[in-house]
C-alpha cells in the first residue's frame, strides 16, 4: 500500500478546466473549476480545438488558484491524478501533460484516471464506508449509464443509454425551447414553473435496463411543430420542459428501481451533471425512502465535471494499482475500467 495523503487532481475532459487539492480521497481542501461556457455558447456546443487552446490558458491559474486557496504548495502534493479519458483527445492531453510535468518535477507519482469512475467518486468521497453493493445512475453529457458497484474497482453495468446521454437530450430539448446553453440547468429552471402533466411524452424502453432518450426529444419537435403558438407564449416553453423532464425523469427512475432489486443494493447512488437536476434528485431520494434503502447524490458542486473526483478516484487507485507510468497517454473512448457489461 502506497503511504501518501494530498492528490492534486486535474480535470480537462471536455469544457471545465478543473483543478483540486484532496486528502486521502475523501477531505476537499480546495477545488476550483473554470467554465469555458461562454467561449462555447455562440457555437451551441463544444468546439473542441477551442476547448483544448482555452484549457492551455486556464490550467496554470486554476493550478495556482487551487493552492492558494487550500494554502498549499506544490511540496505538499504526494501524487498527481489526471483525468485520461474518456473526452475530447485534445483537451484531455492539456490535463495529462501538465500532470506529467508537475509529477516529474516534485519527483511524486502520476496517475491517470477514468472520468466516469471519477463521478462515481463524486458521490463515493462523501462516505468512503459505504457498504456495498450500491448501484449507481451516472448520467452526463456524454453518458448514461446504470452501475453496480460490487468493491472499489469492480464494476457490472447493467444499463446504458441505446442513443442520446440523459444530459444529451435536455441541452437538445432546451435549443428546441430557445434556452441558452449548456441547456440543462435552464430546462431544471423552467421546469420548476410549468406542469410535469401537461403533455403525456412517452416512457421510452420498459421492462430494460438500457435507456433511450432520442424517441422522447422528437416527441418534443413534433409536438412543437404541431403547436409553435407554444414557443410564443410565456408559460408553454415552462410546460413543454417540465413534461419533458417528469419523462426522462420517470425513466431514469424506473430503471434504477430495477437495478436496485436486482442486485439488492443498500445504497443508491446519483452521479454526473445531470445529477443536480432537481427533479431527479427528489425523484432519487423519495425512491430510497419508499424502497427501504439509503440515497448517497453527489454534492451540487461535484457533479458537473471538476477535478474533486479525480482526486478522490486518483488516491484509490493509486492505492490498488500503484502509479501510472508516465509513458502511458489518453484514451478518448474509455470505458469504466473493470467493467463487464
Ligand atoms: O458531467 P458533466 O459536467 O459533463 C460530462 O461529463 O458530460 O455533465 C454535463 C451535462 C450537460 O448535458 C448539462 O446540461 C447537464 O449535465 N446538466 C443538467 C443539470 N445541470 C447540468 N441536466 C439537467 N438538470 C440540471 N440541473
Ligand atoms: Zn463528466
Redesign the pocket.
Known amino acids: 500500500m502506497v503511504t501518501l495523503k494530498a492528490v492534486l487532481g486535474l480535470e480537462t475532459?471536455?469544457d471545465?478546466t478543473a483543478a483540486a487539492l484532496v486528502d486521502e480521497g475523501r477531505t476537499v481542501r480546495a477545488s476550483v473549476v473554470s467554465s469555458q461556457i461562454d467561449l462555447h455558447a455562440r457555437y451551441g456546443g463544444v468546439v473542441p480545438e477551442i476547448a483544448s487552446r482555452a484549457h492551455l490558458e486556464l490550467i496554470g491559474p486554476v493550478v495556482a488558484e487551487t493552492f492558494e486557496s487550500a494554502g498549499a504548495t506544490l511540496d505538499d502534493v504526494d501524487a498527481v491524478a489526471a483525468c485520461c479519458g474518456p473526452g475530447l483527445a485534445g483537451a484531455l492531453l492539456v490535463g495529462v501533460t501538465a500532470a506529467k510535468a508537475l509529477a516529474l518535477v516534485t519527483g511524486v507519482p502520476y496517475v491517470g484516471v477514468n472520468?466516469l469512475e471519477a463521478?462515481l467518486y463524486g458521490a463515493w468521497l462523501q462516505n468512503p464506508d459505504l457498504k456495498l453493493p450500491v448501484v449507481m445512475l451516472l448520467v452526463?453529457?456524454?453518458?448514461t449509464l446504470l452501475v453496480a458497484v460490487d468493491g472499489r474497482g469492480e464494476y457490472r453495468v447493467l444499463g446504458e443509454t441505446v442513443d442520446d446521454a440523459a444530459?444529451?437530450a435536455?441541452?437538445k430539448v432546451a435549443r428546441l425551447l430557445g434556452f441558452g446553453y449548456?441547456?440543462?440547468?435552464e430546462?431544471?429552471r423552467h421546469a420548476r414553473i410549468g406542469s410535469p402533466t401537461a403533455v403525456d411524452f412517452p416512457r421510452a424502453m420498459r421492462g430494460s435496463l438500457n435507456f433511450s432518450f432520442a424517441g422522447l426529444k422528437t416527441a418534443v419537435a413534433l409536438h412543437l411543430r404541431e403547436h409553435p403558438e407554444v414557443l410564443a407564449s410565456e408559460f408553454g416553453v415552462d410546460d413543454i420542459a417540465a413534461s419533458f423532464q417528469a419523462a426522462a425523469v420517470d425513466q431514469l427512475r424506473e430503471k434504477l428501481a430495477a437495478a436496485a432489486d436486482m442486485v439488492n443494493a443498500t445504497t443508491l447512488v446519483l452521479g454526473?451533471?445531470?445529477a443536480?437536476?432537481?427533479a431527479l434528485r427528489s425523484s432519487v431520494v423519495e425512491l430510497a425512502e419508499t424502497t427501504g434503502r439509503d440515497a448517497l447524490l453527489a454534492p451540487l458542486e461535484l457533479?458537473?465535471?471538476n477535478a474533486a473526483m479525480i482526486a478522490a478516484a486518483g488516491w484509490w487507485r493509486l492505492q490498488s494499482d500503484g502509479p501510472t507510468p508516465l509513458s502511458a497517454g489518453v484514451n478518448p473512448s474509455a470505458r469504466l475500467p473493470g467493467s463487464t457489461p
Open positions: 475532459s471536455c471545465e472520468h463521478h452526463s453529457g456524454g453518458h444530459g444529451e435536455f441541452d449548456p441547456g440543462g440547468p430546462v431544471d454526473g451533471g445531470v443536480a437536476n432537481s457533479c458537473t465535471d
